[in-house]
Protein backbone atom coordinates (compact mmCIF):
# COMPACT_ATOMS: atom_id res chain seq x y z
CA UNK A 1 0.00 0.00 0.00
CA UNK A 2 2.91 2.45 1.18
CA UNK A 3 4.43 1.33 -2.40
CA UNK A 4 1.41 2.46 -4.44
CA UNK A 5 0.74 5.48 -2.66
CA UNK A 6 4.29 6.76 -3.16
CA UNK A 7 4.12 5.80 -6.92
CA UNK A 8 1.22 8.08 -6.81
CA UNK A 9 2.40 10.59 -5.66
CA UNK A 10 5.72 11.02 -7.22
CA UNK A 11 3.62 11.27 -10.60
CA UNK A 12 2.33 14.65 -9.28
CA UNK A 13 5.11 16.16 -6.71
CA UNK A 14 8.77 15.99 -6.15
CA UNK A 15 10.27 13.62 -3.97
CA UNK A 16 10.57 16.47 -1.11
CA UNK A 17 7.57 17.63 -1.78
CA UNK A 18 5.94 14.38 -1.52
CA UNK A 19 8.15 13.30 1.50
CA UNK A 20 6.72 17.08 3.26
CA UNK A 21 3.25 15.77 2.59
CA UNK A 22 3.82 12.71 4.42
CA UNK A 23 5.22 14.29 7.44
CA UNK A 24 2.74 16.80 7.75
CA UNK A 25 -0.09 14.05 7.64
CA UNK A 26 1.81 11.84 10.37
CA UNK A 27 2.42 15.03 12.24
CA UNK A 28 -1.53 15.93 11.70
CA UNK A 29 -2.98 11.80 12.40
CA UNK A 30 -0.29 11.65 15.67
CA UNK A 31 -2.03 15.03 17.11
CA UNK A 32 -5.71 13.73 16.17
CA UNK A 33 -5.45 10.60 17.47
CA UNK A 34 -4.21 12.39 21.09
CA UNK A 35 -7.39 14.66 21.35
CA UNK A 36 -9.57 11.33 20.20
CA UNK A 37 -7.76 9.69 23.79
CA UNK A 38 -8.48 12.95 25.70
CA UNK A 39 -11.76 13.55 24.21
CA UNK A 40 -12.31 9.49 26.13
CA UNK A 41 -10.73 10.11 28.86
CA UNK A 42 -12.32 13.32 29.92
CA UNK A 43 -15.52 11.49 29.18
CA UNK A 44 -14.65 8.63 31.27
CA UNK A 45 -14.46 11.25 34.14
CA UNK A 46 -17.58 12.62 33.52
CA UNK A 47 -19.28 9.24 34.04
CA UNK A 48 -17.10 9.33 37.47
CA UNK A 49 -19.25 11.94 37.92
CA UNK A 50 -22.31 11.07 37.20
CA UNK A 51 -22.26 7.94 39.59
CA UNK A 52 -21.61 10.76 42.31
CA UNK A 53 -24.55 12.75 41.36
CA UNK A 54 -26.57 9.30 42.06
CA UNK A 55 -24.88 8.75 45.13
CA UNK A 56 -26.00 12.48 46.24
CA UNK A 57 -29.28 11.54 45.27
CA UNK A 58 -29.86 8.21 46.76
CA UNK A 59 -28.21 9.88 49.99
CA UNK A 60 -31.38 12.27 49.94
CA UNK A 61 -34.00 9.79 49.51
CA UNK A 62 -32.46 7.28 52.26
CA UNK A 63 -32.72 10.49 54.35
CA UNK A 64 -36.69 10.65 53.61
CA UNK A 65 -37.34 7.62 53.45
CA UNK A 66 -35.74 6.46 57.33
CA UNK A 67 -37.48 9.38 58.62
CA UNK A 68 -41.03 8.42 56.61
CA UNK A 69 -40.40 4.92 58.74
CA UNK A 70 -39.41 6.71 61.64
CA UNK A 71 -36.51 4.76 62.06
CA UNK A 72 -34.66 7.76 62.66
CA UNK A 73 -35.39 11.02 64.66
CA UNK A 74 -35.65 14.29 63.02
CA UNK A 75 -33.18 15.77 65.56
CA UNK A 76 -30.17 13.33 64.21
CA UNK A 77 -30.68 14.72 60.31
CA UNK A 78 -30.52 18.19 62.28
CA UNK A 79 -27.11 16.89 64.05
CA UNK A 80 -25.83 15.60 60.38
CA UNK A 81 -26.97 19.22 58.98
CA UNK A 82 -24.93 21.22 61.53
CA UNK A 83 -22.01 19.10 61.02
CA UNK A 84 -22.37 19.67 56.83
CA UNK A 85 -22.73 23.41 57.68
CA UNK A 86 -19.48 23.48 59.50
CA UNK A 87 -17.90 21.75 56.73
CA UNK A 88 -19.23 24.02 53.73
CA UNK A 89 -17.88 27.41 56.07
CA UNK A 90 -14.91 25.60 56.48
CA UNK A 91 -14.13 24.85 52.71
CA UNK A 92 -16.23 28.21 51.10
CA UNK A 93 -16.60 31.60 52.88
CA UNK A 94 -19.94 32.20 55.23
CA UNK A 95 -22.72 32.28 53.12
CA UNK A 96 -25.54 34.85 54.56
CA UNK A 97 -27.89 33.38 52.14
CA UNK A 98 -27.76 29.75 53.41
CA UNK A 99 -28.68 31.00 56.99
CA UNK A 100 -31.67 33.60 55.41
CA UNK A 101 -33.19 30.29 53.75
CA UNK A 102 -32.39 27.89 56.47
CA UNK A 103 -34.09 30.65 58.45
CA UNK A 104 -36.81 30.90 56.11
CA UNK A 105 -37.81 27.06 56.10
CA UNK A 106 -39.10 27.20 59.76
CA UNK A 107 -41.65 29.91 58.77
CA UNK A 108 -42.49 27.23 55.32
CA UNK A 109 -42.35 23.77 56.74
CA UNK A 110 -45.45 23.90 58.70
CA UNK A 111 -46.90 25.26 55.26
CA UNK A 112 -45.56 22.42 53.16
CA UNK A 113 -46.74 19.75 55.88
CA UNK A 114 -50.28 19.59 54.05
CA UNK A 115 -48.96 20.62 50.33
CA UNK A 116 -49.63 17.34 49.11
CA UNK A 117 -52.44 15.81 51.21
CA UNK A 118 -54.85 15.50 47.87
CA UNK A 119 -52.50 13.42 46.48
CA UNK A 120 -52.29 9.63 46.63
CA UNK A 121 -48.97 8.37 47.53
CA UNK A 122 -48.74 6.29 44.35
CA UNK A 123 -49.22 9.80 42.56
CA UNK A 124 -46.17 11.52 44.64
CA UNK A 125 -44.07 8.26 43.84
CA UNK A 126 -44.59 8.87 40.34
CA UNK A 127 -44.27 12.47 40.18
CA UNK A 128 -41.00 12.33 42.32
CA UNK A 129 -39.34 9.27 40.10
CA UNK A 130 -40.34 11.70 36.55
CA UNK A 131 -38.75 15.06 38.68
CA UNK A 132 -35.17 13.26 39.72
CA UNK A 133 -35.07 11.48 36.20
CA UNK A 134 -34.87 14.75 34.70
CA UNK A 135 -32.51 16.06 37.28
CA UNK A 136 -29.88 13.42 36.33
CA UNK A 137 -30.66 13.74 32.59
CA UNK A 138 -30.26 17.56 32.86
CA UNK A 139 -27.42 17.40 35.40
CA UNK A 140 -24.34 19.19 33.51
CA UNK A 141 -21.04 16.88 35.09
CA UNK A 142 -18.88 19.03 33.39
CA UNK A 143 -19.16 22.29 35.47
CA UNK A 144 -17.18 20.53 38.28
CA UNK A 145 -14.17 20.08 35.79
CA UNK A 146 -14.46 23.44 33.84
CA UNK A 147 -12.42 26.41 35.62
CA UNK A 148 -16.24 27.99 35.86
CA UNK A 149 -17.13 30.92 38.59
CA UNK A 150 -18.89 29.82 41.40
CA UNK A 151 -21.38 32.43 41.32
CA UNK A 152 -22.43 30.30 38.11
CA UNK A 153 -22.75 27.14 39.75
CA UNK A 154 -24.90 28.48 42.50
CA UNK A 155 -27.37 29.69 39.42
CA UNK A 156 -28.13 26.03 37.57
CA UNK A 157 -31.35 25.23 37.14
CA UNK A 158 -30.91 21.59 38.01
CA UNK A 159 -30.91 22.28 41.31
CA UNK A 160 -33.74 23.81 41.08
CA UNK A 161 -35.55 20.42 39.67
CA UNK A 162 -33.98 18.55 42.54
CA UNK A 163 -34.84 21.12 45.46
CA UNK A 164 -38.70 20.91 44.06
CA UNK A 165 -38.66 16.98 43.89
CA UNK A 166 -37.44 17.02 47.76
CA UNK A 167 -40.20 19.82 48.86
CA UNK A 168 -42.41 17.03 47.27
CA UNK A 169 -41.37 14.28 49.51
CA UNK A 170 -40.71 16.84 52.54
CA UNK A 171 -44.75 17.42 52.18
CA UNK A 172 -44.77 13.72 52.50
CA UNK A 173 -43.31 13.37 56.47
CA UNK A 174 -45.77 13.64 59.60
CA UNK A 175 -44.56 16.80 61.39
CA UNK A 176 -42.47 19.81 61.53
CA UNK A 177 -39.42 19.46 62.18
CA UNK A 178 -38.80 16.36 59.67
CA UNK A 179 -39.85 18.65 57.26
CA UNK A 180 -37.23 21.18 58.31
CA UNK A 181 -34.60 18.60 59.07
CA UNK A 182 -35.20 16.63 55.53
CA UNK A 183 -35.35 20.36 53.65
CA UNK A 184 -31.87 21.37 55.43
CA UNK A 185 -30.06 18.46 54.65
CA UNK A 186 -31.44 18.44 50.93
CA UNK A 187 -30.50 22.11 50.60
CA UNK A 188 -26.93 21.23 51.54
CA UNK A 189 -26.72 17.67 49.41
CA UNK A 190 -28.14 18.77 46.57
CA UNK A 191 -26.69 22.17 46.43
CA UNK A 192 -23.82 22.82 48.08
CA UNK A 193 -21.78 19.31 47.11
CA UNK A 194 -21.68 20.96 44.01
CA UNK A 195 -19.16 23.20 45.33
CA UNK A 196 -17.49 21.15 47.80
CA UNK A 197 -17.00 18.10 45.29
CA UNK A 198 -15.62 20.98 42.75
CA UNK A 199 -13.01 22.14 45.30
CA UNK A 200 -11.91 18.46 45.94
CA UNK A 201 -11.51 18.12 42.43
CA UNK A 202 -9.16 21.07 41.99
CA UNK A 203 -7.29 20.19 45.17
CA UNK A 204 -6.76 16.57 44.62
CA UNK A 205 -8.27 14.62 41.42
CA UNK A 206 -7.01 11.62 43.16
CA UNK A 207 -8.87 12.02 46.57
CA UNK A 208 -12.20 12.45 44.26
CA UNK A 209 -11.90 9.80 42.29
CA UNK A 210 -10.91 7.43 44.84
CA UNK A 211 -12.81 8.09 48.38
CA UNK A 212 -15.33 10.82 47.11
CA UNK A 213 -16.67 8.23 45.17
CA UNK A 214 -16.60 5.01 46.73
CA UNK A 215 -18.03 7.17 50.09
CA UNK A 216 -20.98 8.39 47.76
CA UNK A 217 -21.94 5.04 46.24
CA UNK A 218 -21.09 2.45 48.47
CA UNK A 219 -22.90 3.66 51.76
CA UNK A 220 -25.86 3.63 49.91
CA UNK A 221 -25.84 0.61 48.43
CA UNK A 222 -25.10 -1.05 52.39
CA UNK A 223 -28.34 0.97 53.51
CA UNK A 224 -30.81 0.57 51.19
CA UNK A 225 -32.97 -2.45 51.66
CA UNK A 226 -34.16 -5.33 48.87
CA UNK A 227 -34.42 -4.47 46.26
CA UNK A 228 -33.89 -0.84 46.11
CA UNK A 229 -30.52 -2.09 46.66
CA UNK A 230 -29.94 -4.16 43.74
CA UNK A 231 -31.61 -1.75 41.59
CA UNK A 232 -28.85 0.58 42.66
CA UNK A 233 -26.41 -2.03 42.44
CA UNK A 234 -27.50 -2.18 38.54
CA UNK A 235 -27.89 1.31 37.55
CA UNK A 236 -24.06 2.14 38.88
CA UNK A 237 -22.42 -1.59 37.38
CA UNK A 238 -24.24 -0.32 34.27
CA UNK A 239 -22.57 3.23 34.22
CA UNK A 240 -19.24 1.73 35.35
CA UNK A 241 -19.00 -0.89 32.38
CA UNK A 242 -20.05 2.07 29.73
CA UNK A 243 -17.50 4.17 31.03
CA UNK A 244 -14.44 1.76 31.12
CA UNK A 245 -15.83 0.35 27.81
CA UNK A 246 -15.49 4.22 26.32
CA UNK A 247 -11.94 4.08 27.48
CA UNK A 248 -11.46 0.47 26.16
CA UNK A 249 -12.62 2.00 22.84
CA UNK A 250 -9.91 4.87 23.27
CA UNK A 251 -6.96 2.78 23.67
CA UNK A 252 -7.78 0.57 21.05
CA UNK A 253 -8.14 3.56 18.71
CA UNK A 254 -5.44 2.84 15.67
CA UNK A 255 -2.38 4.44 17.75
CA UNK A 256 0.11 3.21 14.33
CA UNK A 257 -0.22 5.82 11.58
CA UNK A 258 2.72 5.09 9.13
CA UNK A 259 1.21 7.58 6.26
CA UNK A 260 -1.71 8.92 4.38
CA UNK A 261 -2.61 4.89 3.45
CA UNK A 262 -3.42 4.23 6.67
CA UNK A 263 -6.87 5.18 8.35
CA UNK A 264 -7.10 5.80 12.08
CA UNK A 265 -10.28 4.44 13.18
CA UNK A 266 -11.55 3.07 16.52
CA UNK A 267 -11.95 -1.01 16.98
CA UNK A 268 -14.01 -2.07 19.52
Not at 19 to 26: A, D, F, K, R, T
Not at 68 to 83: A, M
Not at 95 to 118: A, R
Not at 148 to 155: G, K, V, Y
Amino acid sequence: MKVLYTKLVHNYTSLQESESLESEYLNEGIEHISNIQIDFYYTFIRSIGVLQVIGILAYNILIWHNLYLGNISPEYVLVIDIFYLFIIYIIFLPNLNLLIILGLLGTLSPILQNLTSSFSYDTIIVLILIIFTLYLLSYNCNIIYKKTDISEIRHIATHNIAMFGSIILASRLKNILQIYSFLFFSIENLYFSCLIRRNIWIKSPLIYLYICTPLLNIIPLLLFNYPFNILYLLICIIIIIGSFQYVYCALKYKNIIKGPWDIAEIQC
